[in-house]
């Protein structure tokens, strides 16, 4: 190998070189201890990403991309308070402050939950998210 | 639920929600824009469900997810105010010879602002093979660039990273 190997550690620790290739780095490796530093902090780093946990979206947050209806009721109540008389702002205080959860919410949960218990693949491995307790099941 | 026609929308959400959550936070670095890239990637998977080929559905998710990131990203850096370095000199420093000790155990929070200090190029790369574990030629089709380009990005980007981590 002509000079020092440089993006090809990563590769080489990705496992993606060549045979050909892989037999070249790691001839240089043995000789140049340098480059065998340089392997070891890339490492670290490579490392270092590979082990940030998944990250939980907020609660119900797909839920209200999916099924934004409850965000719609509220908002027409809204409406409706500011631009009529007090009678309507009676009603509105009266109207149930959440539309009904969906029945589909238990269903997402027990897919959810099932997914992220599944083996197979890295993200789905990783510790499952609590399963919500607050539902009416 | 890879195989036959395409998934749903609310498929995609039940079981592949928090993978594309996670993947658009180690993007943006914060949850605000996360959620913006989420709702971005839904609404073009709702349009382009009809192109989706059975395969890995958190590849294709991925690829989305990082092309809506790149398109925002280029689209803020046509405002003068926000321009950002295209090519920062702060590669692969010469300090890198140092003989610090990374710490035996960095807090994700830290290699998170580490990935935020990264140009967004790299930290794409980056995350494509880290985060989501794309091989390096579904990165090279990803984002466009060939296999060499991918090498040099995630090479590079670990060693910003690690120089990031030991200043951190």
């Known amino acids: 190998m002509n000079g020092h190997p440089g993006d090809l550690l ?5 496992g993606e070189l060549t045979p050909g290739e892989e037999g070249g780095v790691r001839a240089h490796l043995e000789e140049c201890a340098e480059c065998g530093r340089e392997l ?4 670290e780093a490579r490392s270092s990403v590979r082990a940030l946990p998944p990250v939980d979206p907020p609660f119900g947050f797909f839920e209200r991309m999916l099924h934004p209806r409850a965000r719609w009721a509220r908002a027409g109540v809204a409406a409706l308070a500011a631009g009529a008389a007090a009678s309507v702002a009676v009603m509105a205080l009266a109207a149930p402050r959440e539309a009904p959860v969906s029945p589909h919410v238990g269903q997402f949960v027990d897919a959810h939950t099932a997914s992220a218990s599944t083996s197979g693949d890295p ?4 510790t499952p998210a609590a399963a919500p307790v607050s539902f009416q099941r | 639920m890879a195989g ?16 594309l959550y996670t993947v658009a936070y180690r993007l943006t670095g914060n949850r605000e824009d996360a959620e913006d890239l989420v709702q971005e990637v839904l609404l073009r998977v709702r349009r382009g469900l009809e192109t989706y080929q059975p395969g890995s559905m958190e590849g294709w998710l991925s690829r989305i997810a990082t092309n809506a990131f790149l ?29 610090e000790a990374l710490a035996a155990e960095v807090l994700s929070d830290d290699v998170q602002a580490a990935l935020q200090r990264l140009p967004e190029d790299f930290r794409a790369a980056v995350v494509l093979c880290d985060v989501v574990g794309l091989p390096y030629q579904e990165i090279s089709q990803t984002l466009g ?24």
């Open chain 2, 145 to 168: 660039v060939p296999v060499g380009t991918v090498r040099s990005r995630i090479h590079r980007g670990r060693a910003l990273l690690r120089e990031a981590l030991t200043r951190a």
């Open chain 1, 123 to 126: 993200i789905s491995e990783l």
């Open chain 1, 10 to 14: 990563s590769a080489l620790l990705d």
């Open chain 1, 40 to 43: 070891r902090l890339i490492g």
């Open chain 2, 71 to 99: 398109d925002d990203v280029r689209r803020r850096r046509r405002r003068p105010e926000d321009l950002l370095p295209e090519d920062p000199d702060w590669v692969l420093p010469p300090a890198m010879g140092a003989d």
């Open chain 2, 4 to 19: 036959e026609g395409a998934p749903t929308w609310e498929e995609l959400a039940r079981s592949h929600g928090r993978f």
